[in-house]
């Protein structure tokens, strides 16, 4: 029966690929063609290890169903755990190797992320959904019934683990959508967090439907009885406690389970907090601050010397004094749409938040005052905020009216659209085009009141003459300067006075480009390595280069002026390929933290700082 | 009886709030032929799922007698359950591997063959209920449940596979337990009659003492008032009644005339009282 399973198993997964192969041809021919074919079908191809997942769990009567053999197949001479060994076992390992053969195409870039969800996470609500639906397959015959009670148990499920492990006890319901449900494994599938946390908000919303199946499965028959239903029912009950120990066990041991953030004040104070704790431990020089903030949603975000800034997780922007470990709320957003938080910069003394609007082509700034708590809500309508990523790069005042440049990155179009706007704050939107047309390719960068569009286009400068914007500077197509200035940085003021050079890369080479004459100089050598990577950080008016080799696995940091580029200090041995490793450089230093070791070092010379 | 071969012990079935059986018991031997009857809902092909293990009891329980396993409990259902999209020859496959079954090829039955390309839900009910029979007879089982298949078959099958039947019985002393409502054909084949009712068993009697135990009495003749009438039927032309249990000593002096009859009338006479006690209650 097993073998058998499992050819039946394959051949449909065979002809399921087939259509999903097929599937982008006509999408190219008649829908016009978004991208190439790779480009579509990876969408289709992640959507598809979803409600496949699915359909393997839900179908694992479903043949017996169909063509009236349950009677037979519960009379064959296996035990009830035996044969659902041989159902269930063949759909496992297709399913396995089904989601192993798509997560290894995009992880190696055979196939490359569409801007759906991680692929990491897509393999991971896949098999969810295999056992959820798996498992309530011997309760509910109605096939369509049993998918959408499966698709709405993985939310209710992976929801209810993540309210009880990571955000705590009292916090409020998170956004209940794709993004805010898995937001801490969408975080720590991206951002290298430790695997344990991960496992346990994988395997857990699955335990009470499995549990419930192996211990009921024992006595399912043709009539799917009320004393069946009930040991299912106790076992689920069971399971679901279970479940609930450990993830409230989960979230008391995330002090040792879950990877550690850290963040370096201006005045070099170092924070520490793990994902799913309450308490924010601040290291300075011989003493140490104990902080109880309550269950935090998001890692710390900024400072601004006096003040660290974080977010709770009932969506509270809140001030730590770092001093005295005062907390002080500082603004909610607004719960009753429960407002997603697309982007947050500093100016002044001012925190502008982008938050998603009551509606799809709807966003808002909120322009909030650190001193006063006064918050100004700035709404603007446009088709561009649909399924938009907004981001602000710049702001600025015209006439004693308050603009933000923001750019706008569409999820999930390919190619990938993009927009750049000038928001006024009464509500104007104005287009920033070049030559008639929005610049789709080349990332914008608002540096001096000049806004740069760099990437794999030849690169142009816009100068703002207050009404609109117009080039300053075309480059030739053969000048390709890609400007690797961290200007996005939430921790930079928009306000921060004005740099005198812009640093990018030239080829292999690192060059800087003066803003006030827009010439392009060399610095130096890129990296000598073809897996050379590197940015430009400032401390103050120095700007350093930080660069290294994935295969050397190392880290330079270099300082630049006319002369070139000076060695400051080698980090041998740092790998940020390995996923317990994190490299920050903030405004004071930097953080390295790569295995259980964490090393901070200050500017200018990179000293070692030690905390207790 | 010698050690059952399989036992029903306490039985109890539910189907939602209806009681399908109701801690039903019963003991089936090697070899023995055994018919169970009864009125639609009596419980019959109920028991025969919980004895096959298609339906698990919820209360009670199957007992495999000494050396008797489940690849060798065969069931023939009403439902014919097979995977019908199969053809003939990927089923016996499957069956042959599933049941541990040696030979290469498929038992005849005498007189019937098919296209083993042919695929399960081409078949007619008579020639799917003989392919389904000669599946379970390579399994060479020890016991053979027969749920009410066989007055689905023409007259010339269901000879065919009363006698493959019987030679199971006489070859492998297997013992068949067989729910029937029709007994004109097989009333010979039976050594033991249980009768089912509201889910219990209200009847549990060999051949030949249930025989000697139900006579008719035809006509309009005055009984005496003691005498036990299991059913009465009567129309403007004719009266019938049914004694049950019949003594021999109520021959003489009664006055009335005891009639003989088969198991077919029999069997009829207590689905029909079932009836008139059930209307009455």
Known sequence: MFRKELADVLRQTVCFLAVVAVLPVPIILFKGAPG??????????????????????????GREQGQRAVEYALSLPHSRLGLLVRLAGPRLLVMLGFLLAGGIAFETGILSDSDILPAGLIVGIGLQLFFIS????????????????SFLSCFAAGFAVLRLMLMGYGAGAVDLNMQGL???????????ASFPPILLQLILPVVPFVAALLFSFGRFDVRRSRPFKRRYGIAFAAGLAFCALAAFGGRAAAGSLGSKHFYLTQDLKLAEWRLGTKTVMIHGPGSTL????????????????????????????????????ELEPLYRSDQTIRSYLFDQKIYGSTIALVEAGSRRDEIRIVALDRQTKKADRHVFTGDAFISGWPQIIGTGLRDGMRFWICWIRKIGG?????????????????????????????????LGGLLFFTGKEPMLVLQDTGKSFEIKKEFPADEIFNVQDESWDLRIPLDAPPFSFIYGKRGPRLARMSLETLEIEDLGAWGDDDDAWGFVKRHGDQAYF?????????????????????????????????RDTRFTVYGSGVVITQGGRVGVYAFPDLRDIEYH | MSDPILTADKLTVRYGRRTALDGVSAAFAAGEAVVIAGSNGAGKSTLLRCLSGAVIPDLGRVVLGPGLDQA??????????????????????????????????????????????RRIRHLSVGERTLFHLSLILAQRPSVLLIDEVVHGLDPFLRERFLETAIGAMD??????????????????????????????????????????????????????????????????????????????????????????????EIVKAFIGGAYVQKRAR
């Open chain 1, 36 to 61: 190439p074919y790779r480009a579509v079908l990876a969408p289709l191809l992640e959507m598809g290890l979803v409600f496949w997942s699915l359909f393997l769990g839900a179908s694992l009567l």
């Open chain 1, 134 to 149: 798996l498992s309530l397959s011997v309760l509910i015959e109605n096939f369509i019934v049993l998918c959408l009670v």
């Open chain 1, 182 to 192: 898995f937001a801490p494994g969408f975080a720590a599938f991206g951002g290298k």
């Open chain 1, 290 to 325: 104990e902080v109880r903030i309550g269950p935090s949603g998001s890692p710390l975000e900024w400072d601004d010397g006096s003040s660290l800034f974080v977010w709770d997780a009932d969506d509270r922007l809140i001030r730590i004094d770092l001093a005295t470990g």
């Open chain 1, 414 to 446: 390919r190619p990938v659209e993009r927009a750049t706007l000038r928001l006024w704050e009464d509500g104007r939107i104005e287009e920033i085009l070049v030559k008639g047309r929005p610049l789709t390719v080349n990332t914008p960068h608002f």
């Open chain 1, 546 to 578: 930080f660069g290294g080799s994935y295969s050397r696995k190392s880290l330079d940091v270099y300082a630049l002026s006319e002369a070139g580029m000076r060695l400051i200090r080698s980090f041998p041995g740092v790998d940020t390929r390995r």
């Open chain 2, 72 to 117: 060798r409990i065969g069931f023939v259902s009403d439902r014919l359950s097979l995977y019908e999209n199969w053809t003939l020859r990927e089923a016996w496959r499957f069956h042959r591997t599933e049941f541990g079954i040696a030979a290469a090829e498929r038992p005849p039955i005498e007189g019937f063959a098919l296209d083993e390309g």
């Open chain 2, 171 to 264: 070859e492998l002393k297997t013992a068949v337990v067989m729910v029937n409502h029709v007994l004109s054909d097989t009333a010979e084949i039976p050594e033991r009659v249980l009768i089912m009712d509201g889910g219990r068993i209200i009847l549990d009697e060999r051949r030949e003492d249930l025989m000697a135990k139900v006579k008719k009495v035809a006509g309009d003749a005055s009984l005496p008032p003691s005498l036990p009438v299991l059913f009465e039927t009567a129309s403007e032309y004719r009266r019938d009644r049914y004694i049950y249990p019949f003594r021999e000593e109520w021959r003489t002096g009664s006055g009335a005339a005891f009639a003989d009859i088969g198991l077919d």
